[in-house]
């Protein structure tokens, strides 16, 4: 790990010395990522946690665009425990908490209603992960996630490696492998509010998605298995359209998760393009932010269950003040065997690009 000088603070008031302690006998810090274009991203190795993400707005002024704590103590006892965090080993939902693999069942323990939700119990958001900057704008982060860590089999090694590209963009890139067959679905989950971090609810960002199809969701957020057309629907973002629009329209899918909490079938010509995926943009800073991804999907969240917590400068965090977009394989594939396979076995390597490129309008 670099140097640290403690006393510094960051472009986002961050304090170093507020990230600096050990955890389950690992060593926490923060680190601090830039650019030439004067562009910030804070990292914790704790969780591999997205503290504070700085870019300019349509008049130059850098604006922290995720929601956060401004310690780690504010991330050990957060009501929202995956705020910025990488979640695995299987991102979003498996059902019933089980699943079966070369004929053999694994449960999963269960930390939501009826299934296990971000790798279960303990997820790679709770776990510290091994850190090395390398330069000024990048961060490996790695982690041994042990054989039957919270039920899934195999001893699986996963390097996700944060960088800050000189075009404004946090680039994600993962690699794991196993030493025995396993399911494996990593993802990034920072809540972005391009209001800034604190400018209430998101409901004004226009959002494009480039997805004709939707897996539909049953009333505890699992796949049904169907795959449906979003067209006539509320679900429909297609053309650029503001969160508000439909949120509240009578759809029992938006019931179902107080509004957006949808996994997208994104258009792709092939299995693992690397393509664009969607798009948020802020009318009141001028930000805009596309996603790129290599997945199949990609999980539109509208912060629904946000209960009003305080988060960084104390900031209030209500329902709606967050949007998030998951690029990941669907939920519950392991539990479909038509949805695109999460199946990772012993020789193989999996490997997951994601960019968040920002701009102004």
């Known amino acids: 790990m670099n140097t640290i000088n403690l006393t510094e603070k960051t472009q986002s008031g961050l304090s170093f010395a507020d990230f600096d302690t050990v955890i389950d006998g690992k060593k926490v810090s923060l680190f601090r990522l830039t650019n030439r274009n004067g562009a910030e991203i804070c990292i914790t190795n704790y969780g591999g946690i997205v503290v504070s993400l700085m870019v300019p707005d349509r008049n130059g002024k850098m604006t922290d665009v995720v929601l956060g704590h401004s310690t780690i103590d504010g991330y050990l006892h957060s009501p929202e425990k995956y705020l910025g965090a990488l979640i695995g080993r299987y991102g979003n939902r498996i ?7 070369d004929g053999k069942e694994y449960t999963i323990a269960s930390n939501n209603p009826d299934c296990a939700l971000h790798g279960g119990i303990k997820g790679y958001n709770e776990v510290v992960w091994e850190a090395r900057q390398s330069d000024t704008q990048t961060l490996h982060l790695t982690y041994l996630s042990p054989d039957g860590e919270e039920g899934f089999p195999g001893n699986l090694k996963i390097e ?25 679905n990593p993802t990034h989950h920072s809540f972005f509010n391009l209001n800034g971090d604190g400018g209430g609810e998101v409901t004004n960002h226009i959002v494009t998605i480039n997805a004709p199809f939707f897996t539909p969701m049953d009333d505890k957020s699992v796949p049904t298995g169907e795959i449906a057309p979003v067209e006539g629907t509320p679900m429909d973002f297609r053309q650029p359209t503001a969160i508000g629009l439909r949120i509240d329209d009578d759809f029992e899918q938006l019931r179902f998760g107080r509004g957006y909490d949808h996994n997208y079938v994104l258009a792709k010509d092939f299995p693992g393009e690397y393509a664009w995926a969607s798009e948020a943009y802020s009318p009141l800073t001028g930000i805009a932010m596309s996603v790129y991804t290599t997945e199949p999907g990609v999980q539109l969240y509208t912060g629904n269950w946000l209960n009003g917590f305080a988060g960084k400068e104390g900031h209030r ?24 396979s999460t199946v990772l076995r012993p020789g193989e390597t999996y490997t997951q690009t994601c960019r968040y490129q920002f701009s102004v309008r």
């Not at 059902?95 to 693999?101: A, D, I, M």
């Not at 965090?317 to 949805?339: G, L």
């Open 95 to 101: 059902g019933k908490c089980r699943f079966t693999l």
């Open 160 to 184: 996700a490696t944060y960088s800050l590209t000189n075009e404004n963009a946090m680039e994600i890139h993962y690699r794991a492998t196993t030493d025995k067959a396993t399911v494996c």
């Open 317 to 340: 965090y209500d329902a709606r003040t967050a949007v998030c977009f998951e690029t990941q394989h669907f939920p519950d594939s392991p539990n479909k065997p038509h949805f695109p």
